[in-house]
C-alpha cells in the first residue's frame, strides 16, 4: 500500500514537472539557428529606438504567461468566436509593442518558415530587452506553442491589479506557482517603464505611506478628479526609468513606490526582509529576477503537438 502511494506520487510528480522540461535551451539550435540572433537585433534597435519599448515588451511576457500560460494568447485579437485579452482591464490602452511583435515576428518568418512560436519570441524579447536596459541575462528555455484562443476573462481573473494588498499580490502569484521571493524579484520589473496616471491616482491621493514631496510631485501632473489627466504617465522608478537596476526597491525604501501594490511589498508585511535584501545587493537581485523569469516562462507551456506555431501572432492559422 505505500509503496504504491509512493509510485503513485512519482508519477504526478513526473506528470507535473513533464511539460516544463520540454522546453529546451536549445530548441532552435538545428531548426531554425539563426532564431536567436534575429530577434535579439531586432530587439535591441527598438529600445535603442525608444527605451520605454523594453519595458513594455517585459509586461508582455508577463501578461502572456499569467493567463493561461505562456501560448502568446495575449497577442491574439478578438475573433467570432472569443473575445481577446487585448481588451481585458489589465491589458486595454496600456499593453504596447503588438507591432514590434509583428514585426520580429516576419523578421524570424524570413528566416525561418513557420518554425519559432509567438510565445517563444515573447520570452526572447522580453531577456533581450532586459539585457538591452543593462539588467542581467539569462538563458531562455525554448520549446512553447502558441495557443488557439484567448480569454478575456481569465486575463481579468489572473492577472494582479495596482490596488492589490500584498495578501492579494502573494495569492495571485502563487496561483502560478511563484513564492514570496519571485513575486518580490518580479516586481522589480517596475525599474523600469512607465504607469498612466489613472493607475497610481489613489495612491499618490489617498495613501499615507508615501514621502509626501514624491506624493505631491506626482500630484501636479495626474489631478484628483478622475477623467482629467488619466494617461498622464510618470517613471515607475522615479530614480532611473531606462535602467534596469536595483533603484525600485531603494525608493521601496524610501516610501517612492508609484503604485500602492509597489509600496505593499514594504509596509510591514512579510516581503520587507526581500525588500531590503535586494536594495542592498543589486547582485542578489538580479540573480533572483533571472530565476523567477525562467520560473514565469514555464508557467504551463504549450508544447508537442499542442497549439500550433502561428504565422501571424495576432490571429490562429487559418
Ligand atoms: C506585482 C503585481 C503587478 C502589478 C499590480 C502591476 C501593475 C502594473 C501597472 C498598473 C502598470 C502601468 C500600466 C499603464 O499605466 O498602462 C505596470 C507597468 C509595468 N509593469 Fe507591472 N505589475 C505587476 C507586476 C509586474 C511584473 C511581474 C512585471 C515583469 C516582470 C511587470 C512589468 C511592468 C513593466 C515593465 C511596466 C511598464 C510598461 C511600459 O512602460 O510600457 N509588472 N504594471
Given at each position: 500500500m505505500?509503496s504504491?502511494?509512493?509510485?503513485?506520487?512519482?508519477?504526478l510528480?513526473a506528470l507535473?514537472?513533464?511539460a516544463a522540461a520540454?522546453l529546451?535551451?536549445?530548441?532552435?539550435?538545428?531548426s531554425c539557428?539563426n532564431?536567436?540572433s534575429?530577434?535579439k537585433?531586432?530587439v535591441?534597435s527598438?529600445?535603442?529606438?525608444?527605451p520605454?519599448m523594453?519595458?513594455?515588451?517585459?509586461r508582455?511576457?508577463?501578461?502572456d504567461?499569467f493567463?493561461?500560460?505562456?501560448?502568446?494568447?495575449?497577442?491574439?485579437?478578438?475573433?467570432?468566436?472569443?473575445?481577446?485579452e487585448?481588451?481585458?482591464?489589465?491589458?486595454?490602452?496600456?499593453?504596447?509593442?503588438?507591432?514590434?511583435?509583428?514585426?520580429i515576428?516576419?523578421?524570424?518568418e524570413?528566416?525561418?518558415?513557420?518554425?519559432v512560436?509567438?510565445?517563444?519570441?515573447?520570452?526572447?524579447a522580453a531577456?533581450?530587452?532586459?539585457v538591452?536596459?543593462g539588467?542581467?541575462?539569462w538563458t531562455?528555455?525554448?520549446?512553447?506553442?502558441?495557443?488557439t484562443?484567448?480569454s478575456?476573462?481569465?486575463?481579468?481573473s489572473d492577472?494582479?491589479?495596482?490596488?492589490?494588498d500584498?495578501?492579494?499580490l502573494?495569492?495571485?502569484f502563487?496561483?502560478?506557482?511563484?513564492n514570496?521571493?519571485?513575486?518580490?524579484?518580479?516586481s522589480?520589473g517596475h525599474?523600469?517603464g512607465?504607469a498612466?496616471?489613472?493607475?497610481?491616482?489613489?495612491?499618490?491621493?489617498?495613501?499615507?505611506?508615501?514621502?509626501?514631496?514624491?506624493?505631491?510631485s506626482?500630484q501636479?501632473?495626474?489631478?484628483?478628479?478622475?477623467?482629467s489627466?488619466?494617461?498622464?504617465?510618470a517613471?515607475?522608478?522615479?530614480?532611473?526609468p531606462?535602467?534596469?537596476n536595483?533603484?525600485y526597491?531603494?525608493?521601496?525604501?524610501?516610501?517612492k513606490?508609484?503604485?500602492?501594490?509597489?509600496?505593499?511589498?514594504?509596509n510591514?508585511?512579510?516581503?520587507?526582509?526581500?525588500v531590503r535584501?535586494?536594495?542592498s545587493?543589486?547582485?542578489?537581485?538580479?540573480?533572483?529576477f533571472a530565476?523567477a523569469?525562467?520560473k514565469?516562462?514555464?508557467?504551463s507551456?504549450?508544447?508537442?503537438?499542442?497549439?500550433?506555431?502561428?504565422?501571424?501572432?495576432?490571429?490562429?492559422?487559418?
Amino acid at each position: 500500500m505505500a509503496s504504491a502511494s509512493c509510485l503513485s506520487l512519482l508519477v504526478l510528480l513526473a506528470l507535473a514537472s513533464s511539460a516544463a522540461a520540454q522546453l529546451s535551451s536549445t530548441f532552435y539550435d538545428t531548426s531554425c539557428p539563426n532564431a536567436l540572433s534575429t530577434i535579439k537585433s531586432a530587439v535591441t534597435s527598438a529600445v535603442n529606438n525608444e527605451p520605454r519599448m523594453g519595458a513594455s515588451l517585459l509586461r508582455m511576457h508577463f501578461h502572456d504567461c499569467f493567463v493561461d500560460g505562456c501560448d502568446a494568447s495575449v497577442l491574439l485579437n478578438d475573433t467570432s468566436t472569443f473575445t481577446g485579452e487585448q481588451g481585458a482591464i489589465p491589458n486595454r490602452n496600456s499593453l504596447r509593442g503588438f507591432t514590434v511583435i509583428d514585426n520580429i515576428k516576419a523578421q524570424v518568418e524570413a528566416v525561418c518558415n513557420r518554425t519559432v512560436s509567438c510565445a517563444d519570441i515573447l520570452a526572447v524579447a522580453a531577456r533581450d530587452s532586459v539585457v538591452a536596459l543593462g539588467g542581467p541575462s539569462w538563458t531562455v528555455l525554448l520549446g512553447r506553442r502558441d495557443s488557439t484562443t484567448a480569454s478575456k476573462a481569465n486575463a481579468e481573473s489572473d492577472l494582479p491589479g495596482p490596488s492589490f494588498d500584498l495578501a492579494n499580490l502573494t495569492q495571485a502569484f502563487a496561483n502560478k506557482g511563484l513564492n514570496l521571493t519571485d513575486m518580490v524579484a518580479l516586481s522589480g520589473g517596475h525599474t523600469i517603464g512607465q504607469a498612466q496616471c489613472r493607475f497610481f491616482r489613489d495612491h499618490i491621493y489617498n495613501d499615507t505611506n508615501i514621502n509626501s514631496t514624491f506624493a505631491s510631485s506626482l500630484q501636479a501632473n495626474c489631478p484628483r478628479a478622475s477623467g482629467s489627466g488619466d494617461s498622464s504617465l510618470a517613471p515607475l522608478d522615479t530614480a532611473s526609468p531606462t535602467s534596469f537596476n536595483n533603484d525600485y526597491f531603494s525608493n521601496l525604501l524610501s516610501r517612492k513606490g508609484l503604485l500602492h501594490s509597489d509600496q505593499e511589498l514594504f509596509n510591514g508585511g512579510s516581503a520587507d526582509g526581500t525588500v531590503r535584501s535586494f536594495a542592498s545587493s543589486a547582485s542578489a537581485f538580479s540573480s533572483a529576477f533571472a530565476a523567477a523569469m525562467v520560473k514565469m516562462g514555464n508557467i504551463s507551456p504549450k508544447t508537442g503537438s499542442q497549439g500550433q506555431i502561428r504565422l501571424t501572432c495576432s490571429k490562429v492559422n487559418s
